[in-house]
């Protein structure tokens, strides 16, 4: 049974950093692309970040790059999300996904067979 467990969520000031990681177990996947996923309340799931499986490509959503940097560990079958200068917007409930599909990239929900329960993140003003 593969299962994507995020943490490292909480509540955090604005300007201030978090680290979000998420471990993967029932099976390894050093060859497929992982990204992280958030919902606000009353908004749809939006795309954050992705990394392919050999982390030489990372995408982010324009709003939070230069701030935030996706990276992952095969060996630990775990990708992290480092978050700094948060701001009040990027509160929301972040997801972990994996791609049941080998060496494909992409940042479309569609393209995520398995994710996580999610971790809360909240930045105050």
């Known amino acids: 049974q593969v299962q994507l467990v995020e943490s490292g969520g909480g509540l955090v000031q604005a300007g201030g950093s978090l680290r979000l990681s998420c471990a993967a177990s029932?099976?390894?996947?050093?060859?497929?692309?992982m990204g992280w996923f958030r919902q606000a309340p009353g908004k749809e799931r939006e795309f954050v970040a992705a990394i392919s499986w050999n982390t030489r490509i990372a995408y982010y959503t324009d709003s939070v790059k230069g701030r935030f940097t996706i990276s992952r560990d095969n060996a630990k079958n775990t990708v992290y999300l480092q978050m700094n200068s948060l701001k009040p917007e990027d509160t929301a409930v972040y997801y972990c996904?994996?791609?049941?599909?080998?060496?494909?990239?992409?940042?479309?929900?569609?393209?995520?067979?398995?994710w996580g329960q999610g971790t809360q993140v909240t930045v105050s003003s």
């Open positions: 029932g099976r390894a996947f050093s060859n497929n692309a």
């Open positions: 996904a994996a791609d049941n599909v080998p060496y494909r990239f992409g940042r479309e929900t569609r393209v995520y067979d398995y």
